[in-house]
Nanobody
Framework: QLQLVESGGGLVQTGGSLRLSCVAS?????????????MGWYRQAPGKQRELVAT???????NYLDSVKGRFTISRDNAKDTVYLQMNSLKPEDTALYYC??????????????WGQGTQVTVSS
């Protein structure tokens, strides 16, 4: 079992910044089991589909939603049990509930997919 605990959401003005944190606990060894195992952030606004914002693999590769490139940065600590999302130049359209996700393989044949509870980000105009 893997638990994901998120923090850092809040209310900011347009152009402001927030840093989201996601701490993993439990069977954290599975995160680094394979180099393509990934942690990431998704977001969902009311009445809209959930979308992937950014991911980072155990091997260090990153991927971003086009609309956040150059503004958001995903990173992890040395132990790879915490993932961060630094959000700069925030816009009202970034307002959403942000979820932390851990997805990959425990073994070559056994996959996992865990989610945090979500943290609210609200950008006022």
């Amino acid at each position: 079992q893997l638990q994901l605990v998120e923090s850092g959401g809040g209310l900011v003005q347009t152009g402001g910044s927030l840093r989201l944190s996601c701490v993993a606990s439990g069977s954290t060894f599975i995160i680094n089991r394979y180099s393509d195992n990934a942690m990431g952030w998704y977001r969902q606004a009311p009445g809209k589909q959930r979308e992937l914002v950014a991911t980072i693999t155990s091997g260090g590769n990153t991927n971003y939603l086009d609309s956040v490139k150059g503004r958001f940065t995903i990173s992890r600590d040395n132990a790879k049990d915490t993932v961060y999302l630094q959000m700069n130049s925030l816009k009202p359209e970034d307002t959403a509930l942000y979820y932390c996700n851990a997805k990959g393989r425990e073994l070559s044949w056994r996959q996992y997919d865990y989610w945090g509870q979500g943290t609210q980000v609200t950008v006022s105009s």
